[in-house]
């Protein structure tokens, strides 16, 4: 409880969590890259175990805001979208993943951020979920779930 009530009353969002390496090489595995995707990691961290060093081969790249790469910035067309993105900024960031037009997008939500609403807009762009995973992911608030959302039919129904 006392940890929940530290991230409800900040007043600067903290939104650097560092994804443990085990989650990055299951959302690796979900996503199914293949040598001819191109696949972005749009906040690729500075970490050394990051999504983009652990991807298979295929045609990469990567943003970073702390590395001067600002993900709403990138405008290239991509097969696959990796990541954990910020959660304070969910609501433009799956706005801007949208834009982006890609084939997949695999994401690390918290518990909070995986809403109806959210959901509504990505099926409203023709993503559904595939595949989900739920987590425990120590240091973070919560469970989190591993997603795979993909422009096919998927396993979650909005009513």
């Known amino acids: 409880m006392e940890r929940s009530k530290k991230i409800r009353d900040r007043t600067t969002p903290n939104d650097i969590f560092i994804t443990p390496k085990n989650i990055i090489q299951k959302m690796i595995q979900m996503?199914?890259?293949q040598l001819n995707d191109t696949v972005l990691d749009p906040c690729k961290g500075i970490e050394e175990d990051n999504f983009y060093s652990l991807l298979p081969e295929c045609k990469k790249d990567w943003c970073e805001i702390r590395l001067n790469k600002?993900?709403?910035?990138y405008k290239e067309q991509v097969d696959v979208i990796i990541g954990n993105p910020p959660f304070s900024q969910w609501d433009k960031w799956v706005e801007h993943t949208i834009s982006l037009s890609p084939k997949k997008i695999c994401y690390l939500f918290g518990c909070l951020n995986l809403t109806p609403n959210r959901l509504k807009k990505l099926s409203n762009a023709g993503y559904n979920i595939t595949a989900l995973v739920f987590v425990r992911i120590s240091g973070y608030f919560g469970h989190s779930y591993l997603t795979l959302l993909e422009k096919k039919q998927g396993i979650v129904e909005l009513l």
């Open 31 to 33: 996503s199914d890259i």
């Open 70 to 73: 600002d993900f709403y910035d």
